[in-house]
């Protein structure tokens, strides 16, 4: 169904504008069309890697031959799974989630288009407005958010080198209007920069970290732009949004839920969603999870207020929560001891003085004699926002 999906929109909007790519390059949809085809048979899910059109490529392909397809970061090493994708899988989310530990999170056809198709009504996302791709499109949220959109229903994608403030002004000034899906951290950065204002952003969305009030209410006073909230998970796509036109009141608030999404409070606190986006599992389970049959019991506390409104009050995970990504403890370990230049490592998270950035990676290590610091963290097998910013001697 995904992929007669895609050939249908690009068919539709052959002429248009699909992806401008991360050098600048407009490709049209038949462009886009026309390369996923040329592209060699996939016998085996394809790993899709962000950072150029390859990645939308890749996943046209997979989507295209019946495959499943594994989006990851443009350096990242090669997911492995702790079991195959079950048939008719079309994505696997490879992510250390709540819990901290990367695993696999398959879905199917039906689930990515009920997630894709809700997302893209309550947001009023159209072919007529892009989407700024800052987000990582490997990760849930830009998944959700720009891919799905994108595939199924022609809303072409700006790709960004960086998101960096010239380059979103310089991105924006192509265009008469777009739409911008960005993390808490990244919009403070552009509100000091002040960018804001004047920029012909027609929807500003803010997800994958707490939204603090002062930052909301400071956006809107000075650029008279709201930032809505967007609560979601990787398991089961978008759960609810803010969209209201105002300012909230309380930081807590995550907004109402998504149409066709049911949230309730499980005995435990934690929120307990029911939707027909709901993942049909995973590569391998844990004590506590509760995940099937359209239901997934999220690690985050929670309530319902009286006007429907989903109030979030903290998490049961074990992620480090790094400016809206999840940082597993366990792989930034597993990396500083593969070094083979630490003796015993021990990984945490410290809340973060800046609100935006959520919380900080600590690493306790005991280095032998003749091993610097500085050695250690040049040998790790990080990405940036993978590396410890606190080093501690082990105790």
Request: net charge negative; hydrophobic share 45%; proline share 8%.
């Amino acid at each position: 169904m995904l992929y007669p999906r895609w050939l249908e929109t690009s068919r539709r909007l052959a002429a248009r504008i699909a992806v401008i790519d991360e050098t600048g390059r407009l490709w049209t949809f038949a462009a886009l069309a026309e390369r996923v085809e040329a592209e060699p048979s996939a016998h085996s899910p394809v790993i899709a890697r962000t950072g150029s059109v390859g990645f939308f490529v890749d996943i046209l392909r997979a989507w295209r031959d019946g495959q499943a397809a594994i989006p990851v970061e443009r350096d990242a090493p090669e997911p492995l799974l702790h079991s195959p994708p079950p048939p008719g899988t079309k994505l696997v989310k490879h992510t250390p989630g709540a819990a901290g530990i990367p695993r696999g999170i398959f879905f199917d056809d039906a689930r990515l288009i009920a997630d894709g198709d809700r997302i893209t009504a309550a947001m009023n996302l159209t072919p007529d407005r892009p989407n700024l791709g800052v987000v990582s499109l490997a990760h849930s949220y830009g998944f959700s958010n720009v891919v799905l959109p994108m595939t199924l229903h022609g809303v072409p994608v700006h790709l960004l080198p960086a998101p960096f403030p010239r380059v979103v002004v310089d991105a924006c000034a192509a265009h008469e209007s777009v739409v911008i899906a960005a993390v808490p951290s990244m919009w403070r950065a552009w509100h000091r920069a002040g960018i804001l204002p004047g920029l012909p952003v027609a929807l500003a969305v803010s997800a994958g970290a707490p939204l603090a009030l002062e930052l909301e209410r400071e956006v809107f006073a000075c650029a008279g732009l709201k930032l809505h909230n967007f609560y979601g998970a990787s398991e089961c796509g978008g759960i609810s949004f803010d969209a209201t036109d105002r300012p909230r009141e309380s930081a807590d608030d995550a907004g109402t839920p998504l149409p066709r999404v049911k949230v309730s409070v499980d005995p435990s606190g934690r929120l307990l969603v029911a939707s027909d986006a709901v993942a049909s599992g995973y590569d391998i389970t844990r004590e506590g999870d509760s995940l099937g049959n359209g239901h997934y019991l999220t690690h985050d506390l929670g309530q319902i207020d009286e006007q429907g409104h989903i109030r979030l009050h903290g998490t049961t995970g074990g992620a480090i929560n790094v400016a809206g990504r999840k940082v597993s403890p366990a792989k930034v370990e597993a990396a500083l001891l593969a070094t083979g230049l630490v003796k015993r490592v021990r990984v945490s998270g410290r809340p973060s003085t800046d609100p935006e950035r959520v919380e900080e990676i600590v690493a306790q290590v005991e280095l032998p004699d003749g091993v610097s610091l500085d050695q250690l963290k040049q040998a790790a097998r990080l990405a940036n926002w993978e590396m410890p910013r606190h080093w501690e001697e082990w105790s």
